[in-house]
């Protein structure tokens, strides 16, 4: 049991940064990400001695935030009303980095949980869709089709920049193709 606590101690060392990224972006809330991964954590640890390969106990947290998240969400209801309106706020001066992290979450914030995880473990995680179905226990054309709606709905909220798209012509220099 001991030598169990001590590569544990030693995954959660290692991949806690990862994960705590993961689960901000799944959560939309710093302090609500925080919950998600030491419920996460929590849970791991009671399995751990049943993972047969510790390589994946990184993928078996994500599942384990991805499906605690979606239970917190159909059984709570945090009481606030949406508003289309946001109150202004006191003018601060914040780097465009920040701002377009800030964009980030309020867009996957608007999202299902299943579409909001599909876009973070593809696109932030930078797994494959195999990987991702894998985790959250679906099929690859799930995966496939959570994403297109997702970005879909991104898309006609206007909050996804599509980049300008120049024709590629084959031999053209680049001042003939524009």
């Known amino acids: 049991m001991q030598r169990d606590a001590e590569t544990f101690d030693e995954f959660v060392a290692r991949a806690a940064a990862p994960l705590g990224r993961t689960a901000a972006l799944l959560a939309g809330d710093r302090h609500l990400a925080e919950d998600l991964l030491q419920t996460a954590l929590a849970k791991t640890y009671l399995r751990w001695h049943r993972l047969r390969e510790p390589a994946a106990a990184e993928a078996y947290v994500r599942r384990v935030m991805v499906t605690t ?25 914040f780097s465009d980095e920040a701002d377009t992290r800030d964009q980030l979450r309020r867009a996957l914030a608007l999202l299902p949980p299943a579409q909001r995880a599909v876009l973070v473990l593809r696109y932030f995680e930078d797994l494959g869709e195999e990987q991702v179905a894998s985790i959250l226990g679906c099929s690859r054309g799930t995966v496939k089709s959570r994403t297109f709606r997702a970005l879909a709905a991104l898309r006609s909220l206007d909050l996804l920049d599509p980049a300008p798209r120049r024709p590629y012509v084959v031999g053209a220099t680049s001042e003939e193709a524009s």
């Open 69 to 93: 998240l979606v239970k917190w969400r159909r059984r709570r209801w945090l009481g606030e009303i949406p508003s289309a309106d946001v109150p202004e706020r006191a003018a601060t001066s």
